[in-house]
């Protein structure tokens, strides 16, 4: 009898292990959010498999097989194992950021530590990967990492600008990979995009600060914290006009001119804006996890307008033409008047009652001729005709 | 049923748990050690019937040996004079197991808390933001710290202290309770059983963040200390055993601390 209650109770715990284990929310898989890039007529985005891709639009449209011209796709992999695991095998690594493209090479960092430089012409061929002769290069370049890469990476002319996991900012050359500087540890970990302007490179942290770094040499010219409460800052930042918009953890958007050390205006929503803020026409348009899109008025912080798309909102928003586009963390997308905040949704093809597209919208889409192109947690690429109001196409990144 | 566990257990325990923290000077191990104290204080009562049924059962056991000799080929018979044993002693032989089946969802309510606030990855911190109540004290403490000590709580130790301390105090726990036996059968049984759970958990902490195993190796401390507080050393001290097991048999329990 004993014996049967110890095995029981011995069942029931791994039992009680296993399934709170498997509770959905708990610790989430990196699985990554990139966003996509347009040049050239290519879009380039990282895959939730790992993958660097790049989609010729054009061809998708034709349903042509992939890769059809300009296409082609790179797996980012990592080692893995060790631990109890008896064998080291690879692994493919989540992308989050949007990579970032100049001419052929595409630059990109992954969730293992390292930035990553991809000629196109060399990936077109599957060549072995670094191909030095076309600039291809994977930083740091030894096996050594730096720590998770979670933003995006930011160009200037001659040079690439990546945050880690480390607390720090990297700038690297842009054609050799060589680290030009690395800066001082600024926050515990850096998950934030960088914004470049001026000659200057805009850092927001989780710990409650906004530096502005120089570009040259990475030396702090700049710092703001908010005084009381401590709160961090969860969004990248945007730099408009002298100021720096961000958003913190305690649901506030904070405004700041360049220099000071007091915020110029703060504005409360409902819960956290987690994407970086879009600033046009002295106009901040931010979205909330409380699921409101708000246009602010960038010069003193008056709401202008607010639309509900009924669930969180993860990305930027899209400024197209004369439209903003905003996605919504449930897969509805609106097209929104930005001066008056009047909108509509972007009906489903297959059934009205469901959203936009099937799947979770967490990655910064991108627009072109009146197309939006978003990637859905699905790890399938959308595309968007906002005259038309409807999904012209849909292509799986996973493929063969 | 997803979200009303969340709203009832899971998110107060999570806003709780970043509460203290912030509290705590944003340190995230001290809040954990200070939620695992305040849950254990609470479930007390629990723990306290939990033991006192099992000490019972103990001390019923040479009984039950009496007659499992007696009647060990009859099945029937010997569940029948079991449960009549059982009846005469009011003793419920669940009565062990049902307070540590209402403790379970908490442990795992704890355990998912844990797992959430820490936001190791991405996607876990913009699934955070879902269960967060808009206090300021919440808010100031996000995202947390998740060094304690040589620990990162977010990852498994990558020594074998927390392990060593996990698995320690587990079996620490569990000799106090283990009755030696005189069955040669029941003897190795209980041997097993003695090294697989602190085995076991030792192993889940080289696999789960630390920030979990913390939560173990806490919460065995506290055991040891509510065990010792009802019980004494009970059976972990070597060479009384064969005393303690006279007492059992006379008196239906272990002998109180002296």
């Known amino acids: 009898m004993k014996q049967v209650k110890i095995l029981f109770l011995i069942a029931f715990s791994l039992l009680g292990l296993v399934l709170a284990s498997c509770v959905p929310g708990g610790t989430q898989p990196a699985q990554g959010w990139s966003g996509i890039t347009l040049n050239d007529g290519i879009l380039y985005m990282g895959s939730m498999d790992g993958k660097i891709m790049a989609v010729n639009p054009s061809a998708r449209s034709q349903n042509l097989s992939f890769p059809a011209d300009g296409e082609w796709e790179y797996p980012i992999t990592a080692p893995s194992g060790g631990g109890l695991s008896c064998s080291q095998t690879s692994a493919s690594v989540a992308i989050y950021g949007t990579p970032a493209v100049d001419e052929a090479l595409v630059f990109s960092g992954g969730y293992n530590g390292k930035v990553y430089a991809l000629n196109a012409s060399a990936r077109s061929q599957n060549l072995d990967f670094p191909q030095m002769r076309d600039n291809e290069w994977f930083y740091p370049k030894t096996s050594e990492v730096i720590g998770a890469i979670v933003g995006s990476p930011v160009m200037s002319e001659d040079a690439i600008y990546v945050t880690s996991s480390n607390g720090k900012v990297y700038c690297l050359d842009k054609h050799f990979g060589d680290k030009k500087w690395e800066s001082d540890i600024l926050a515990k970990k850096l998950w934030s995009t960088p914004y470049i302007e001026g000659g200057k490179v805009y850092i927001s942290t989780f710990d409650g600060h906004l530096y502005a770094l120089s570009a040259e040499d990475g030396s702090i010219t700049w710092s703001f914290a908010i005084a009381y409460p401590k709160i961090g800052f969860v969004s990248s930042p945007a730099v408009y006009e002298g100021t720096i918009f961000a958003g913190s953890f305690d649901g506030n958007l904070y405004a700041v001119e360049i220099g000071e050390s007091e915020p110029l205006w703060n504005f409360t929503g409902g819960n956290c804006f987690w994407a970086a803020p879009v600033v046009s026409n002295s106009t901040v348009y931010a979205g909330c996890l409380n699921g409101n899109i708000y246009a602010i008025d960038a010069t003193n912080g008056t709401e202008l307008w607010s639309f509900d798309v009924g669930s969180p909102i993860v990305v930027s928003p899209l400024l197209v033409d004369d439209s903003l586009v905003v996605a919504a963390e449930s897969g509805n997308v609106y097209v929104i008047n930005p001066k008056t905040g009047i909108g509509e949704r972007i009906r489903n093809p297959g059934n009205d009652n469901k959203p936009t597209i099937n799947a979770l919208v967490q990655a910064s889409p991108c627009a072109q001729e009146g197309i939006v192109y978003i990637r859905g947690q699905d790890n399938c690429l959308y595309a968007l005709d906002i005259e038309q109001g409807r999904v012209i196409w849909k292509f799986p990144l996973t493929t063969q | ?258």
């Not at chain 2, 007696?70 to 032989?93: R, S």
């Open chain 2, 1 to 258: 049923m997803a979200e009303l566990w969340n709203l009832i257990i899971l998110n107060p325990m999570l806003n709780g748990l970043i509460a203290l923290s912030s509290v705590l000077g944003g340190s995230f191990g001290l809040a954990i050690i200070a939620l695992t104290v305040i849950v254990r204080l609470i479930l007390l009562p629990l723990t306290l019937k939990q033991l006192k049924s099992t000490k019972a059962l103990q001390g019923m056991q040479p009984k039950i040996q009496e007659l499992q000799k007696k009647y060990g080929k009859n099945q029937q018979k010997l569940q029948q004079e079991m449960m009549k044993l059982y009846k005469e002693a009011g003793v419920n032989p669940l009565g062990c197991i049902w307070p540590m089946l209402v403790q379970f969802p908490v442990w795992i309510a704890l355990y998912q808390s844990i797992m959430r606030a820490l936001a190791t990855t991405p996607e876990s911190l913009l699934n955070l933001f879902q269960h967060l109540y808009s206090w300021g004290v919440v808010a100031q403490a996000i995202p947390l710290d998740s060094h304690f000590l040589w620990l990162n709580l977010g990852s498994p130790d990558s020594t074998l202290i927390l392990a060593i301390i996990v698995g320690g105090s587990m079996w620490v726990q569990q000799k106090m309770v283990t009755a030696p036996s005189a069955d040669p059968r029941q003897k190795s049984m209980n041997s097993m059983m003695l090294l697989m759970m602190p085995f076991m958990f030792g192993l889940f902490t080289l696999m789960f963040p630390s920030g979990l195993s913390l939560f173990w190796a806490v919460s065995n401390v506290i055991g040891i200390g509510i065990q010792y507080w009802i019980t004494g050393w009970g059976y972990l001290r070597r060479g009384t055993s064969a005393q303690v097991v006279t007492k059992l048999g006379g008196k239906g329990g272990i002998t109180k601390r002296p």
